[in-house]
């Protein structure tokens, strides 16, 4: 069983920069790749990063790319996601997850946080 805890998300001004953390339970957080998916309000949630075990190998959404930097600390168990240049269209609920695989399909992750509600403004 993992506990992932996301924060770090609020309000902020188009153009602006936030930074999510997620932090995990458990001594196994290396073993899994972490994923960073997002649902705005009325859509279906959608993949927005992933990053590999060790860290080396990063994947992105069209909509993150440039924009977004997703990187982990695998000796405080965390996951970040740093996130520049918001725009209105990223406000949505944010939440990580892990994955015995890396991937960007959301049904390969298993253990998901509660999520971080991240609004932009225009």
């Known amino acids: 069983q993992v506990q992932l805890v996301e924060s770090g998300g609020g309000l902020v001004q188009a153009g602006g920069s936030l930074r999510l953390s997620c932090a995990a339970s458990g001594r196994t957080f290396s073993s899994y790749a972490m994923g960073w998916f997002r649902q705005a309000p009325g859509k279906e949630r959608e993949f927005v990063s992933a990053?590999?075990?060790?860290?080396?190998?990063?994947y992105y959404a069209n909509s993150a790319k440039g924009r977004f930097t997703i990187s982990r600390d695998n000796a405080k168990n965390t996951v970040y996601l740093q996130m520049n240049s918001l725009k209105p269209e990223d406000t949505a609920v944010y939440y990580c997850?892990?994955?015995?695989?890396?991937?960007?399909?959301?049904?390969?992750?298993?253990?998901w946080g509660q999520g971080t509600q991240v609004t932009v403004s225009s």
């Open positions: 997850a892990t994955s015995s695989r890396y991937s960007i399909n959301e049904y390969e992750y298993a253990y």
């Open positions: 990053i590999s075990r060790g860290g080396v190998s990063a």
